[in-house]
């Protein structure tokens, strides 16, 4: 297990502060993580390839979805990466820091230091495996077939609603797998369809339990999609 250095807050300022204005981002060659960094920056080349694009501008949630189902099936298979991991801030400050800082900056600039390190649900690198994460099902291909319709306002509304007990997974991976079946032709922003699934969902849970639920999971969800589209 590769140990990782925590970064002050103090620190990482003065770091960003460097950056901007001149681009020039370098990531950190004084410790032994160039096999992690080869494999991601090797990830960042082929998704930029594939969507032939040379900046994120028009292309911000095909990058970012394509980026992150390699990164997570690259930290998680390869390098052993836990839910216990990548829950701590500290991994991914220093992976957006000091070992991948010109992907993050690529894709927000240097001015957005809340994706770097400043905001715990907003850092860029954690964000997108957690949206991978909550919405496994089970391959890198029935995944991608899930999130390609998807955008940006998906990752925030799944990512930054953990709930006061932290991510239900297995609830997040249903309700994913389902709004890509009772969302299709109705997505986009101005539908707003699974932000307002996820703001009933957190007021139901208040009072129902959903694997205590007619259906467990399953019927819990489809029953709230179907509620939600009949009005």
Request: aromatic share 14%; proline share 3%.
């Amino acid at each position: 297990m590769m140990e990782w250095k925590v970064l002050k807050k103090s620190e990482c300022e003065k770091i960003l502060s460097k950056w901007i204005g001149s681009a020039d981002v370098k990531w950190d060659t004084s410790h032994d993580f160039e096999p992690i960094r080869d494999r991601l920056t090797s990830l960042f080349q082929s998704v930029k390839e594939e969507l032939v694009i040379s900046s994120p501008s028009g292309k911000e949630y095909a990058f970012d979805f394509r980026f992150g189902i390699g990164l997570y099936s690259i930290l998680t298979e390869e390098f052993r990466i836990s839910e216990y991991q990548a829950s701590n801030d500290s991994f991914w400050i220093y992976l957006s820091m000091k070992i991948i800082p010109d992907v993050v900056f690529w894709r927000w600039g240097p001015s957005k230091n809340d994706r770097f390190y400043a905001n715990s649900r907003r850092i860029y690198l954690k964000a997108l495996w957690w949206y991978v994460h909550l919405s496994w099902q089970g391959s890198k291909e029935e995944t991608y077939r899930v999130l390609e319709q998807n955008t940006t306002d998906e990752i925030v509304q799944l990512v930054e609603r953990s709930g006061p007990f932290g991510y239900r997974v297995d609830l997040c991976r249903v309700m994913m797998r389902l709004y890509n079946e009772y969302g299709s032709g109705l997505r986009g922003r101005n539908n707003k369809l699974f932000r307002r699934a996820m703001k009933l969902n957190t007021a139901r849970l208040a009072v129902v339990e959903p694997a205590l639920y007619e259906g467990e999971e399953e019927g819990y969800v489809r029953e709230l999609f179907q509620e939600l589209i009949a009005n």
